[in-house]
């Protein structure tokens, strides 16, 4: 491969993926090298997010038979404020920003000759996986926590994988099913896997696209391993590297405070997460107790100028109410980017004037359990009182 995987830490340099995806030397994230020559191709026209932007993969191969679909998701106002969007990628084939990943994953393995896909999950990267599994005829392994609630397991096996429960410590199984899948003909695309890490770039290019060929100020992503918020980050950095836009937005990554590993490291300063020892919120897509990606994060943020905020409970119940009260219902998780935007705004951090973005990674509709936080106004009446009712 004449593309280089480097490490984000070491700067060591890979030419195709080590048996774990990370560095051999100091075990941090690979990363592909950065493209300079990227191009948007007006000629493709908007059919397919992907293909639009394959100047930007110069390391992939594109077959138009994997897609489902995935990207050019809205990007919609706020009813707060003029300059204030909302990235709806609850809009993607299984709902969340998770199939951009996916996509780019499963032509690798493709690529590679892999039969066999897989990926440890219990939530929306699982039906992800499964679902371009089932669209690429590849026999699909998720491997799922033990514990799963029996109601997360219907809309992963619908797709019809090889679902398997697997008893035991789960950042284990995160490390070792990397390398016990490789051994076994099976690519693994865990949540901060280099060429998942790439799909999330196309959030980057559409956004730039959505605003005119314009860069936002902010973007606010709810973040857990940091897959998505590294991929989006390098998709600006493409830009600029390549002549398209002269600056890079600033960065906020967002957790639950239940949840926080980076936001702890970000406020120690030493570029270190730490794990959470008992992990506890509603927005469980984003409660990775000790991420994988998270010292990448916390230097990225560095050189980004970015920087990290955590939600309170009630908060992330309020915006998820205030989002729905805007016609878009997201899960829980993704209601933060939206909390965090009113917290900095209150802060005074973020203006009215500033161009912001806050990626909202999910839809509601995958994970219904949390309108029990809601008071849902329901009134009832006889078909004669119906007219006073309505007065
Ligand atoms: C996976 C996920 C996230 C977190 O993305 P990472 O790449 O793990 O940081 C956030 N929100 C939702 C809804 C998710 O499914
Ligand atoms: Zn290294």
């Known amino acids: 491969m004449e593309h280089k995987l480097i490490c984000t830490n070491c700067g060591i340099e890979y030419d195709t ?68 969007y909302l990235k709806i990628e609850g809009s993607n084939p299984s709902w969340s920003f998770k199939d951009r990943g996916t996509l780019t994953g499963v032509l690798k393995a493709l690529e590679l000759g892999y039969k066999k896909i897989g ?57 070792n099913s990397i390398k016990i899948g490789r051994d076994n003909g099976i690519y693994f695309i865990n949540s901060d896997a280099p060429f998942r ?43 600029n590297a390549s002549g398209l836009t002269n600056v890079i937005p600033r960065f906020i990554a967002v957790q639950a405070k239940g949840c926080n590993p980076i936001v702890r490291g970000y406020r120690s300063g030493n570029l270190q997460v730490e794990r959470i020892e008992n992990p506890e919120t509603i927005a469980h897509a984003i409660e990775n107790p000790f991420p994988p990606s998270g010292n990448q994060v916390l230097r990225m943020l560095k050189s980004n100028d970015g920087m990290a905020i955590d939600i309170e409970e009630d908060e992330i119940i309020e915006a998820q109410r205030e989002l729905a009260h805007m016609g878009q219902f997201v899960q829980p998780a993704s209601a933060t980017s939206y909390a965090a935007l009113k917290k900095l705004f209150n802060e005074g951090f973020i203006s009215m004037d500033d161009v912001v973005v806050c990626v909202l990674t999910a839809s509601g509709l995958k994970y219904t359990q949390s309108l029990e936080m809601h008071k849902i106004d329901v009134r009832s009446c006889s078909l004669d009182d119906l007219e006073e009712n309505l007065k």
């Open 17 to 84: 993926e080590p048996a774990s995806t990370r560095c051999e030397e100091c075990n941090e994230p690979l990363e592909m090298e950065i493209v300079s020559n990227g191009e948007i191709d007006n000629s493709i026209g908007f059919e397919n997010s992907f293909k639009r932007y394959l100047k930007f993969f110069p390391y992939i191969k594109f077959d138009s038979n994997v897609s489902l679909g995935e990207g050019f998701t809205p990007l919609v106002k706020t009813n707060t404020c003029n300059s204030w």
């Open 119 to 175: 990926t440890v999950s219990t939530g929306n990267m699982a039906a992800s996986v499964a679902a371009y599994g089932a669209k690429s005829n590849l026999e699909t392994y998720i491997l799922v926590k033990d514990e799963i609630a029996e109601e997360k397991i219907g809309p992963i096996g619908i797709y019809g994988p090889k679902l398997i429960k697997v008893k035991g410590n789960y950042g284990e199984l995160y490390k």
């Open 197 to 239: 890490v790439e799909g999330y770039k196309t959030t980057a290019f559409e956004i730039y696209e959505q605003l005119g060929g314009k860069v936002p100020d902010y973007v606010l992503v709810p973040t857990s391993a940091g897959g998505n918020i590294r991929g989006i980050e390098k998709g600006f950095r493409e830009l």
